[in-house]
Every structure is written in C-alpha cells, then in structure tokens.
C-alpha cells in the first residue's frame, strides 16, 4: 500500500487534492480512499488529508501516521507543525515553494533521504500562470506524478477533468502538465514522459 499525507490550509483545495489522487488511482484500476483532518473549520487553518493507494481492497481507515510521500501546499507549516513526522526513508517530498530545500531550512531532511525524492516545486506560481488563481492542489498532483510514478500524468489529469470542467479544468489541466515537465527535468529525466 502507498500512503499519502497532503499538508496545507483551509481554502488551498487540500482536501480535493485527496480526492483526485485517489480517483487517479480509481481510473488506473487500483483501490484507492481519499479522507480530510480538520482542526478548526476555517480559511486558513492548518487542514491535512490523506490517500491510500493498493492493489487490494484498502481497510485501515485511520489517519496515515507513516507515510510513503508528503505534499506540502504550504510551506508556512514546515516549522509550524510536524509534518515529517512518520516519513520513511525512502519516503518522498513535494513542497509548493519557489525557494529551494536548502533555503527552507530542510538540508538535514534532505541528507537523510534519498537526494532525487526531496523536491520543491513553484506551485503557487504555475497556477497563477494556467489557471488565474493561486490554488496549487492540482498543480502539485502533476508533480507528484513525475516524482513518485505511483500514478500517471494521464490519469491526474482525467480526474482533473472529472473534478472541474471549462478553464478550471483547462488551467489545471495545463498546470499539472507543467509541473510534471518541471519535476522531471529536476530529476534530470528530460524527455522521458510516457504519457
């Protein structure tokens, strides 16, 4: 089973990110559940969701304490809150900054884990660019696609449009292309999309 943990803020479509993702995996043929963490119901508010992903049925319905793969919408929590609590080893790391690992104070982090599975990614800014609007949950999805392979960019972007339809779907459509393009030139995998 692959367990993802997505960290953010009320209003930044934390828990719609969840939800694609598993319906990304729903539309690949595999079991998938997507479920929210509230504290305080608010805009911006510390909210966090999760999704499972297996081959089988999925029964374990509690929150994920030891994830495969964080997503962290916004780095405001990096030291507010633990967000890497439960990460294995060979875990992955998607952060929405412009600023690179070092410049948010994850160095240790990242020596700790493997050096190509520990990414920032301008999120916020590439949905600014597709969509008009600064919600990077689709965005990241599609970086998420070219860092861990657990889905498709083919698969992400069908659950996109089964999310949204006319220039939402269209921008984040646009957007989650993008990041993937970006996420796998930062791996230095130019040129090996196979969608």
């Known amino acids: 089973m692959f367990q993802v943990r997505i960290h953010g803020?009320?209003?930044?479509g934390v828990v719609?990110?969840?939800?694609?993702?598993?319906?990304?995996?729903?539309?690949?043929?595999?079991?998938?559940q997507a479920f929210p963490s509230f504290g305080s119901e608010r805009t911006g508010a510390p909210v966090v969701a999760f999704c499972r992903i297996?081959?089988?049925?999925?029964?374990?319905?509690?929150?994920?304490?030891?994830?495969?793969?964080?997503?962290?919408q916004d780095p405001t929590l990096l030291h507010q809150v633990d967000v890497f609590n439960g990460l294995s080893p060979d875990?992955?790391?998607?952060?929405?900054?412009?600023?690179?690992?070092?410049q948010l104070g994850l160095a240790e982090?990242?020596?700790?884990l493997q050096a190509d599975r520990v990414l920032t990614l301008p999120a916020t800014e590439i949905a600014r660019d597709t969509l008009g609007r600064p919600l990077p949950n689709a965005?990241?999805?599609g970086g998420f696609a070219a860092l861990t392979g657990v889905v498709s960019l083919e698969s992400v972007t069908t659950a996109i449009g089964q999310r949204f339809s006319g220039t939402a779907a269209a921008g984040n459509v646009?957007?989650?292309?993008?990041?993937?393009?970006t996420v796998l030139r930062q791996r230095g995998l130019v040129g090996a999309r196979a969608d």
């Not at 719609?16 to 998938?32: C, D």
């Open 9 to 12: 803020r009320g209003g930044q």
């Open 16 to 32: 719609t990110a969840a939800e694609m993702l598993s319906m990304a995996a729903f539309i690949e043929g595999r079991e998938a």
């Open 54 to 72: 297996d081959e089988r049925e999925i029964r374990s319905h509690e929150p994920v304490a030891s994830p495969d793969a964080l997503i962290i």
């Open 91 to 102: 875990g992955f790391v998607l952060v929405n900054s412009s600023r690179g690992i070092d």
């Open 109 to 112: 982090l990242a020596s700790r």
């Open 139 to 141: 965005v990241l999805l």
């Open 174 to 181: 646009a957007g989650a292309a993008q990041a993937y393009d």
